[in-house]
């Protein structure tokens, strides 16, 4: 480890690094910011600087990236064991060819001399930010028996004692880690798998309408992409690198494109139309459009209406609930000819009216909609938005008008629905109270104009698979199953392909409550965010706290809400332990300290997993199966998660144990399974998963020396309904009020507050908690935003990156809109406070553009200015306004899928 204050910046980091490499002979190029290497052109060609290595040397190692989450495909230019050079893979159709700006500074991770690899525990007992923990280096033997020795104890007391925190750039050392915790010492799932603030509402959403936990437009065939909150194809998302190089194509042959967000980011430069809209209201505006496509345009197609979703569904006027066959429990419709039926014995279902059946007046489900929609004219949604009525009503115009409705196409052979429009979204509508109806109501826009699940239009990243081999009965494959009741498909999960429903949970969950996560009481969410307030207050919820906290790959101080609310929780752990490359603000609270391989220096098994949910689909994308393989000996002995959780399962006699649990989860087959009852190994298990879902196709040395092993699509697996295939998605979410029953049961026998309003038949826009100004001083929501050079990325201490932001005046900056600026007496450079009605503050720089809705100050990430001095290129640079959110109210977060809200009122005043 370097001693603190070691600064650097990215010329005399490659100069520094160059040396350490002319010991071996060598010299370091720089980073490559485009394909290069075998099939492409390497960067030490092109590069202003005198050239260090002779590019002819050495080998091209294939593997992946992990700068951010989307792991895409590399190659390595490694000489006499150095990398010298990073380029993207032509090979593999994960990135094709391309590498981003935080890929190609990847090698500078590896080479940074702020860097730990070795194990270290604290000598000082004294916890604070800026508190040196007086680390001390010691053994890997002696780190392993404190490991063993704290968590062994917690789990003693009882197995909630156990914690563990993580982030998704490193998801599958995510899962394993919390598994491995359960599989080894009892620990709970998942309130041992905390996670960062991630796309909360989206992924449920996505589930209930593509079948897939991440959906996307189907860029090949749309024509117009309306999008909310999301940056996808110009910075960010899943599969950027592919979607960026498919979008642009798709923008330059005409694909319209419209971003509503209150601030202009990449979508909103590149966009045809930005609609700067007021932070935490995009639902009001995306049920305004389907007023208008409804009410005053009839731009809807009533036949996909009727067919593929449960609109004709007769709702009981005087309880709210779907009429139902009494034998099967079967949704019941109006048939064309008068008569009631289940649904899957009408053949021409009534969309609208209101009807007698079995003794009750009802009304269809649609009917109910159209009448629900009512309010949310033009006029009343600008009231909230500030978006001009005109702007909604162009928008739903081009939007029905493009959706073509009634349109097929032939695709290889089959006739499908023709659909190329797409209202999509991400994070940046996760980030409020009632975030899940703010997804409901903008990807309900889709199944207006019949575009979910159809060509054109909103589909999922892998929502079913024929098999990645074609082998008879292909080991790997997975289809939505049908909810028959009302014929809705269920899913197939986010990243492990296993068959899921949130019908089946509602109907026959298990809603009492058995950790912080307080699941059990969100049947329709999947994370763990509530532990953030039981933690800091078990006797709310009736919980038992975690005692040893195990924080992986991530800085929880600054994820959440107010940091100082995190430290208290952090500062009353009997211990922590940490694992990670960095020293980072969190780390001011470890205990211990564990160093993780870089990932040029380890092996990951099925990077993507089953689900290749991180690579954007579409038929003439491949299945791909890539490998990850280290390209250098991890210096000192730096271990990757799952060899730091094999080393523990060898030391507790437990190496069955944790195998199992691994092969279970990989689906490997007990003919290729490494020994059960010898320590684990990495290779031999990356080896044993190959063969195994690849049908024995290919073995892992094959896949080290090829790079990526790769199978065609077929329509089928993208297109869920070709050929007629059955399957529905609710329109009418009868099953709300099922779970508000039960949950409502549960929490009056726990006896604690718990909010149940928003378990409704249809989305609605709600007031976020600080929408309404108390004090008009505080008139300012602070937002924050990702570019493609800081996204989901580890790498704010990377020199390269730093010397990026560092030419963007905007990059560690508040901006502000430059109106407001000047009628407060603020310009460019101004140093100013940012403070809270909750008494906390951050400080920054001003810089003004006219980029930003008045009301509104952006920053980037929103979790900066760091106050490690252990990362000394970052350290003070950016505003962390996640501070100035109060993270310990259960009133600011959505009680069905736990985002939190994060839409927090600021005055803004100038300092010297």
């Not at 720089?30 to 050495?58: F, H, I, R, V, W």
């Not at 990135?95 to 194990?119: E, F, W």
């Not at 969309?351 to 309010?375: D, I, P, Q, R, W």
């Amino acid at each position: 480890m370097s001693e603190n204050g070691l600064k650097v910046s990215r010329r005399g980091f490659v100069a520094g690094a160059g040396a350490a490499a002319a010991a071996a002979g060598l010299g370091l190029a720089g980073c490559a910011t485009q394909t290069g290497g075998e099939g492409g052109q390497s960067l030490a060609n092109t590069s202003p600087e005198k050239m260090a290595y002779d590019p002819n040397e050495g080998e091209w190692i294939p593997t992946c990236c992990n700068m951010c989450f989307c792991n895409c495909s590399i190659k390595a230019h490694v000489i006499d064991g150095v990398v010298v050079e990073l380029t993207g893979n032509p090979d593999s159709p994960i990135g094709n060819g391309h590498i981003c700006g935080k890929g190609a500074s990847g090698i500078m991770q590896l080479y940074d001399p702020n860097r730990v690899t070795k194990p270290m525990k604290r000598t000082n007992p004294e916890k604070g930010i800026g508190i040196d923990p007086g680390w001390e280096e010691i053994s890997w033997d002696e780190a392993f028996a404190i490991m063993d020795e704290k968590l062994s104890a917690a789990a003693a007391e009882y197995p909630g004692a156990i914690g563990s925190a993580s982030m998704v750039a490193s998801q599958a050392g995510s899962l394993v880690k919390g598994m491995a915790l359960g599989a080894l010492y009892g620990a709970y799932e998942p309130a041992n798998a905390i996670a960062d603030l991630c796309g909360t509402g989206v992924h449920q959403v996505s589930y209930i309408y593509t079948g897939a936990g991440n959906a996307m437009p189907d860029y090949k065939y749309c024509n117009y992409i309306l999008q909310f909150g999301t940056n996808a194809g110009t910075a960010t998302r899943h599969g950027f690198n592919m979607t960026a190089s498919l979008f642009s194509q798709r923008r330059a042959e005409g694909l319209r494109l419209v971003n509503f967000d209150p601030h202009m980011s990449s979508s909103g430069e590149a966009a045809d139309m930005w609609v700067p809209i007021m932070p935490s209201t995009d639902a009001a505006a995306a049920l305004s459009i389907a007023y208008v496509l409804v009410h005053e345009l009839d731009l809807i197609d009533r036949d996909y209406l009727a067919k593929r979703t449960n609109g004709p569904a007769l709702v009981s006027n005087a309880t709210g609930r779907i009429l139902r066959d009494p034998s099967s429990n079967k949704a019941l419709y109006m048939d064309a000819d008068n008569q009631v039926k289940p649904y899957d014995q009408c053949e021409n279902p009534q969309l609208e009216g209101s009807f007698e059946a079995n003794g009750e007046v009802c009304t269809t489900g649609f009917s109910l909609y159209k009448e629900h929609l009512k309010k949310y004219t033009p006029e009343y949604q600008e009231e909230i938005t500030t978006v001009p009525a005109a702007t909604i009503r162009q928008v739903a115009k081009e939007f029905g008008e493009a959706a073509c409705i009634g349109e097929t196409i032939e695709i290889d052979g089959v006739t499908l629905p023709y659909r190329p429009v797409c209202a999509d979204l991400f994070s940046g509508l996760t980030r409020h109270k009632h975030a899940f109806h703010a997804c409901w109501s903008v990807i309900s826009l889709n199944v207006l104009v019949g575009a979910t699940n159809s060509v054109g239009g909103l589909i999922g990243f892998d929502p079913a698979c024929n098999g990645w081999t074609d082998a008879e009965q292909p080991y790997v494959q997975w289809r939505p199953s049908i909810w028959e009741e009302d014929g809705f498909i269920n899913d197939v999960s986010l990243m492990l392909a296993y068959p899921h429903s949130y019908y089946e949970k509602v109907r026959n969950g298990d809603y009492a409550p058995k950790d912080m996560s307080m699941l059990a009481l969100q049947p329709i969410g999947e994370d763990a965010h509530f532990y953030n307030i039981a933690q800091a207050d078990p006797d709310m919820y009736h919980t038992q706290p975690v005692k040893v906290m195990f924080a992986y790959g991530c800085n929880p101080i600054k994820w959440w809400g107010n940091h100082d609310e995190q430290i208290k929780i952090f500062k009353d752990f009997e211990y922590v332990i940490g694992v990670d490359l960095f020293l980072n603000d969190s780390s001011y609270f470890y205990d211990l300290f564990l160093p993780e391989a870089s990932y040029l220096e380890r092996i990951d098994p099925m990077p993507h997993f089953f689900l290749n949910h991180r690579v954007i689909g579409g038929v003439d994308i491949p299945w791909a199966y890539p490998v990850w393989q280290k390209v250098v000996e991890p210096k000192d002995g730096v271990m990757s998660i799952f060899e730091i959780m094999g080393e523990l399962a060898d030391r507790k006699g437990m190496n069955e144990a944790y195998i199992g649990l691994l092969n279970g989860v990989y689906r490997v087959k007990p003919e290729y399974s490494i020994p059960m009852d010898q320590k684990f190994n990495m290779e031999g298990f990356a080896d044993s998963v190959t063969r195994s879902v690849l049908d024995d196709k290919v073995d892992y040395a094959w896949l080290k020396e090829n790079g990526v092993y790769t199978h065609p699509r077929d329509v089928d697996e993208m297109y869920i309904w070709a050929n007629d295939a059955p399957g529905k998605v609710p329109l009418y979410w009868d099953f709300m009020f099922e779970a508000k029953e039960k949950i409502e049961a549960a929490v009056a026998d726990l006896g604690i507050y718990w909010e149940t309003d928003d378990y409704q038949p249809f989305p609605d826009w709600k007031p976020a908690v600080e929408w309404e100004a108390s004090d008009p001083a505080f008139d300012l929501f602070p937002v924050y935003y990702t570019d493609a050079i800081n996204t989901d990325s580890w790498a704010l201490e990377n020199p390269y990156v730093d010397e990026i932001n560092m030419t963007n005046p905007y990059a560690y900056a508040i901006e502000m809109n430059a109106t407001v600026a000047k009628e407060k007496g603020l310009a460019d450079g101004d140093a100013v406070r940012l403070t809270s009605q909750h008494n906390s503050w951050v400080e920054g720089i001003v810089m003004t553009s006219e980029k930003i809705h008045p009301a509104c100050l952006a920053v980037i990430a929103g979790t900066w200015g760091s106050a490690s001095e252990f990362q000394p290129a970052i350290k003070g640079k950016g505003t962390a306004i996640s501070h100035l959110v109060p993270g310990q109210d259960p009133k600011r977060l959505d009680h069905i899928c736990s985002a939190l809200d994060q839409t927090v009122r600021v005055k803004i005043e100038k300092i010297s």
